[in-house]
């Protein structure tokens, strides 16, 4: 088993940052990569980011690309997102997940263990 836990969300003004923090724990940990996705009220889950944790290669949604930067400390097994000039439609519960096997990392059937979530909302 694989333990997740984020933290770092809250409430923001728009065009403000938060930065998002996903600490691992449990079993052995060796994964292919780390993801984190957000879920608003009534939509669908979407992909934000993704990293490969071996390489580091580095995957964005279209609607985050240029304004998140996802990164990770492999000693602390913690992934980050950091997220600047943040939206009102950036407002969503932000889970991160771990894949164990070599996969479409964009998809969330890809991960094996996920987070509870935390909560961005960003005000206009």
């Known amino acids: 088993q694989v333990q997740l836990v984020e933290s770092g969300g809250g409430l923001v003004q728009a065009g403000g940052s938060l930065r998002l923090s996903c600490s691992a724990s449990?079993?052995?940990?060796?994964?292919?990569?780390m993801g984190w996705f957000r879920q608003a009220p009534g939509k669908e889950r979407e992909f934000v980011a993704a990293i490969s944790w071996n390489v580091g290669t580095t995957y964005y949604g279209d609607s985050v690309k240029g304004r998140f930067t996802i990164s990770k400390d492999n000693a602390k097994r913690t992934m980050y997102l950091q997220m600047n000039s943040l939206k009102p439609e950036d407002t969503a519960v932000y889970s991160c997940?771990?894949?164990?096997?070599?996969?479409?990392?964009?998809?969330?059937?890809?991960?094996?263990?996920w987070g509870q979530g935390t909560q961005v909302t960003v005000s206009s």
């Open positions: 449990g079993r052995t940990f060796s994964s292919y990569a």
């Open positions: 997940a771990v894949a164990l096997r070599g996969t479409s990392v964009r998809l969330g059937l890809s991960y094996d263990y």
